[in-house]
């Protein structure tokens, strides 16, 4: 069973700095595209960015140029600089099946940016 843990939320101040974390346990994480996904409250969760076991990636047009997804084995991570008071949110690691497109989540960090 595929088991996502995520670290890295807090609080910090508008123009300020994160990087989250999320490490795949219970399977080979080359088989699954992994992203990350924000979910404020009252508002659907939408995606931020996802990367594939090549590199590719695909961001929100919302956090281009300021946030970079990475990966290194079976870690991914996310970057975010230049961090808005909008960008704060419960954020979410996701991973998802190549072929079958099984989904998988975290249980999600916070994120909160004050102005």
């Known amino acids: 069973q595929v088991q996502l843990v995520e670290s890295g939320g807090g609080l910090v101040q508008s123009g300020g700095s994160l990087t989250l974390s999320c490490v795949f346990y219970g399977g080979n994480s080359a088989l699954y595209v992994m992203g990350w996904y924000r979910q404020a409250p009252g508002v659907q969760r939408e995606l931020v960015a996802r990367i594939t076991s090549g590199g590719s990636t695909d961001y929100a047009d919302s956090v281009k140029d300021r946030f970079t997804i990475s990966r290194d084995k079976g870690t991914v991570y996310l970057q975010m600089n230049s961090l808005k008071p909008e960008d704060t949110a419960a954020y979410y690691c996701?991973?998802?099946?190549?072929?079958?497109?099984?989904?998988?989540w975290g249980e999600g960090t916070q994120v909160t940016v004050s102005s």
């Open positions: 996701n991973s998802e099946h190549v072929g079958t497109r099984q989904q998988y």
